[in-house]
């Protein structure tokens, strides 16, 4: 037998999220087949179910379950009207209608247990947030049935095994390989297609987990790297990975190709094409990755390459994209009595993790009298505090003057991996920031080179993504 060809193809919560666009997956599933011998389908959600379902929870966990008979008929509506308008078989539609319903009635006993508790407990939100998956995968699989492709709908739980951190669950690769192929290879070797729910999986004892916000593109490889495919595909709503935001920059290009290390960067400075954990698998596995868009199937998107030709060289421009994160504050810790103790720098992050933060940005100047770092606007107030709580001793005896924040600031991130082998770069950045009016706050440059990043006001963050791109265009 002539070796067979993986294909897992990926669909996010637009591409799946109504009837016109399940139509579009439906040909691009069908397109696939014919030249791929084997193909997986992972589905996310519907668009804006999971936020749906986590408000529901949320809700419920101070006691409030007004909102959801809403939340029900909201949740009947979205699925049933795809379902209504594309499945004809009417035995296989009322039992698709039947098993959604079955998950939204779930969904209201999950919410009255929460409520009873006073609490949502992490596990208990993936119990919830699971159901938006269980839900389209249901839909998608019978969508797919009806339209004469053969699949079968396979919720990942019985696949996928994770520790138990929940909503932010690591899969154990052991287990999941072998359950993996136990379970969609013989489906596989039959024609059919498995299609299986990104984000959620299980622990061994089978309790539901979740991979973290946006994880069903992990999902996919995961999934792809066990089996082993060829190939993961992730289909979206834009044309792959732009050089920057078409709304900020209307000249905005498609990158055709892009490396591992710049999607990297590039998914963590705000450019949500890709959930940052599906990177790893499929670069260790050695398998490509496409972002491609559902309501553009012929648009080739954005290829993921490995970037470095055997003579060392990266391909293509230097600077490859330009990001903005908004909404976030530059936090200062500042005294002359810090210089040269030990311990401050980690006893800060300390306080700020405490807090549950995470923090995109840091940057220390050498002469140690102040740390400056960025938080998201709205956990600004709560950082300060419990800063103020760590370093109290300090404060009183003067060494720390002040724990202070910005008000609204921007990061901005130029990337590209031509950048570390090509001087100048960073000259160029703050040459043309500078001709073009913008003050630059704070910068840092990741040690990989494959950044820069910096920080300004939140009214300059049109201006600088605009002039940062120019350099993209003449680079
Ligand atoms: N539905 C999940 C979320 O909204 C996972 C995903 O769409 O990737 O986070
Ligand atoms: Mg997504």
């Given at each position: 037998m002539p070796e067979q060809k993986t294909l897992i193809m990926k669909f996010g919560g637009t591409s799946v999220g109504s009837a016109e666009a399940l139509v579009s997956a439906i040909q691009i599933i069908r397109d696939a087949k014919k030249d791929w011998d084997r193909v997986v389908v992972v589905t996310s959600a519907m668009s804006g179910v999971t936020n749906l379902l986590l408000d529901s929870a949320a809700s419920a966990s101070h006691?409030?379950?007004?909102s959801l008979p809403a939340a029900e008929s909201a949740l009947r509506e979205k699925h049933f009207a795809a379902a209504d308008a594309l499945i004809k078989n009417e035995k296989l539609r009322e039992q698709t209608k039947a098993e959604i319903n079955a998950l939204i009635l779930s969904l209201v006993d999950l919410c009255k247990a929460i409520a009873v508790l006073g609490e949502a407990s992490p596990r208990a939100m993936d119990a919830v947030a699971s159901l938006g998956e269980r839900m389209s995968v249901y839909l998608l699989g019978a969508v797919v049935n009806d339209a004469g492709i053969k699949a079968k709908a396979i919720v990942s739980t019985e696949f996928v095994v994770t520790n138990a951190?929940?909503?932010n669950a690591h899969p154990d690769f052991k287990a999941t390989t072998e359950k993996t192929r136990g379970l969609l290879n013989p489906l596989m070797d039959e024609g059919i297609i498995p299609i299986t729910t990104g984000f959620i999986g299980a622990t061994p004892e089978g309790a539901i987990t979740t991979l973290g916000r946006g994880g069903s593109d992990y999902s996919a490889a995961i999934i792809g790297a066990v089996l082993p495919a060829d190939d993961v595909w992730i289909w979206t709503d834009v044309d792959g990975v732009m050089t920057t935001d078409p709304r900020i920059v209307p000249e905005a290009v498609t990158l055709p190709e892009i490396n591992y290390s710049e999607i990297a960067e590039l998914a963590y400075y705000g450019a949500k094409v890709l959930h940052p954990k599906t990177i790893r698998p499929v670069l260790d596995a050695g398998i490509g990755l496409r972002i491609c868009n559902t309501f553009n199937p012929s648009h080739p998107g954005t290829r993921l390459i490995a970037g470095v030709k055997s003579n060392g060289k990266v391909e293509g421009k230097v600077i490859k994209a330009v990001t903005a994160i908004r909404k976030q504050r530059l936090i200062t810790i500042e005294g002359?009595?810090?210089?040269?103790?030990?311990?401050v720098a980690a006893r800060a992050f300390g306080a700020v993790a405490s807090t549950g933060t995470s923090v995109p940005l840091i940057t220390q100047a050498s002469s140690e009298q102040s740390i400056c770092f960025a938080v998201p606007s709205e956990l600004a107030p709560t950082v300060l505090s419990s800063l103020e709580k760590a370093f109290a001793a300090e404060i009183e005896d003067d060494d720390i003057d002040r724990v202070w924040a910005t008000e609204d600031v921007s990061i901005i991130t130029v990337v590209g991996a031509g950048m570390r082998h090509t001087p100048g770069v960073s000259g160029r950045v703050f040459s043309k920031l500078g001709n073009d009016g913008v003050n630059v706050l704070a910068i840092a440059q990741g040690s990989s080179e494959v950044s820069i990043s910096l920080v300004v006001d939140a009214v300059d963050t049109e201006n600088a993504v605009k002039a940062l791109h120019e350099l993209i265009v003449a680079s």
């Amino acid at each position: 037998m002539p070796e067979q060809k993986t294909l897992i193809m990926k669909f996010g919560g637009t591409s799946v999220g109504s009837a016109e666009a399940l139509v579009s997956a439906i040909q691009i599933i069908r397109d696939a087949k014919k030249d791929w011998d084997r193909v997986v389908v992972v589905t996310s959600a519907m668009s804006g179910v999971t936020n749906l379902l986590l408000d529901s929870a949320a809700s419920a966990s101070h006691g409030k379950v007004d909102s959801l008979p809403a939340a029900e008929s909201a949740l009947r509506e979205k699925h049933f009207a795809a379902a209504d308008a594309l499945i004809k078989n009417e035995k296989l539609r009322e039992q698709t209608k039947a098993e959604i319903n079955a998950l939204i009635l779930s969904l209201v006993d999950l919410c009255k247990a929460i409520a009873v508790l006073g609490e949502a407990s992490p596990r208990a939100m993936d119990a919830v947030a699971s159901l938006g998956e269980r839900m389209s995968v249901y839909l998608l699989g019978a969508v797919v049935n009806d339209a004469g492709i053969k699949a079968k709908a396979i919720v990942s739980t019985e696949f996928v095994v994770t520790n138990a951190h929940y909503q932010n669950a690591h899969p154990d690769f052991k287990a999941t390989t072998e359950k993996t192929r136990g379970l969609l290879n013989p489906l596989m070797d039959e024609g059919i297609i498995p299609i299986t729910t990104g984000f959620i999986g299980a622990t061994p004892e089978g309790a539901i987990t979740t991979l973290g916000r946006g994880g069903s593109d992990y999902s996919a490889a995961i999934i792809g790297a066990v089996l082993p495919a060829d190939d993961v595909w992730i289909w979206t709503d834009v044309d792959g990975v732009m050089t920057t935001d078409p709304r900020i920059v209307p000249e905005a290009v498609t990158l055709p190709e892009i490396n591992y290390s710049e999607i990297a960067e590039l998914a963590y400075y705000g450019a949500k094409v890709l959930h940052p954990k599906t990177i790893r698998p499929v670069l260790d596995a050695g398998i490509g990755l496409r972002i491609c868009n559902t309501f553009n199937p012929s648009h080739p998107g954005t290829r993921l390459i490995a970037g470095v030709k055997s003579n060392g060289k990266v391909e293509g421009k230097v600077i490859k994209a330009v990001t903005a994160i908004r909404k976030q504050r530059l936090i200062t810790i500042e005294g002359r009595g810090m210089l040269g103790v030990p311990g401050v720098a980690a006893r800060a992050f300390g306080a700020v993790a405490s807090t549950g933060t995470s923090v995109p940005l840091i940057t220390q100047a050498s002469s140690e009298q102040s740390i400056c770092f960025a938080v998201p606007s709205e956990l600004a107030p709560t950082v300060l505090s419990s800063l103020e709580k760590a370093f109290a001793a300090e404060i009183e005896d003067d060494d720390i003057d002040r724990v202070w924040a910005t008000e609204d600031v921007s990061i901005i991130t130029v990337v590209g991996a031509g950048m570390r082998h090509t001087p100048g770069v960073s000259g160029r950045v703050f040459s043309k920031l500078g001709n073009d009016g913008v003050n630059v706050l704070a910068i840092a440059q990741g040690s990989s080179e494959v950044s820069i990043s910096l920080v300004v006001d939140a009214v300059d963050t049109e201006n600088a993504v605009k002039a940062l791109h120019e350099l993209i265009v003449a680079s």
